[in-house]
């Protein structure tokens, strides 16, 4: 069974720092591209970042470009975000998927990924 669980949510002062992971179980990570959604209430979901199969390409949405990166390390099978300088506008909850590519010049799509994790939540608030 191909599963992605997403954890490292949590409540964070503005300015401050999370990491998120992504493990998967049930398939090897590496030969997919992932990216993280995010989602905030009220609103679409949207693509935050993603790295490709061999990590040699990666996107940031500008909304978050030298505040977050996005790191996989294959030998664990799981991929992280690292977010910093995190503020009140990041709340949303974030979500991990695997799918086909991942160019470094535009923003992932949802429909481009097919595998998806449950999601954690990101509170950033004083």
């Known amino acids: 069974q191909l599963r992605l669980v997403e954890s490292g949510g949590g409540l964070v002062q503005p300015g401050g720092s999370l990491t998120l992971s992504c493990a998967a179980s049930?398939?090897?990570?590496?030969?997919?591209?992932v990216a993280w959604f995010r989602q905030a209430p009220g609103k679409g979901r949207e693509g935050v970042s993603c790295?490709?199969?061999?990590?040699?390409?990666?996107y940031h949405a500008d909304s978050v470009k030298g505040r977050f990166t996005i790191a996989r390390v294959n030998a664990m099978n799981t991929v992280y975000l690292q977010m910093n300088s995190l503020k009140r506008e990041d709340t949303a909850v974030y979500y991990c998927?695997?799918?086909?590519?991942?160019?470094?010049?535009?923003?992932?799509?949802?429909?481009?990924?097919?595998?998806w994790g449950q999601g954690t939540q990101v509170t950033v608030s004083s």
């Open positions: 049930g398939f090897t990570l590496d030969d997919y591209a």
């Open positions: 998927a695997a799918g086909a590519y991942c160019s470094s010049w535009y923003r992932p799509e949802v429909d481009d990924f097919g595998s």
């Open positions: 790295v490709s199969s061999s990590g040699t390409s990666a």
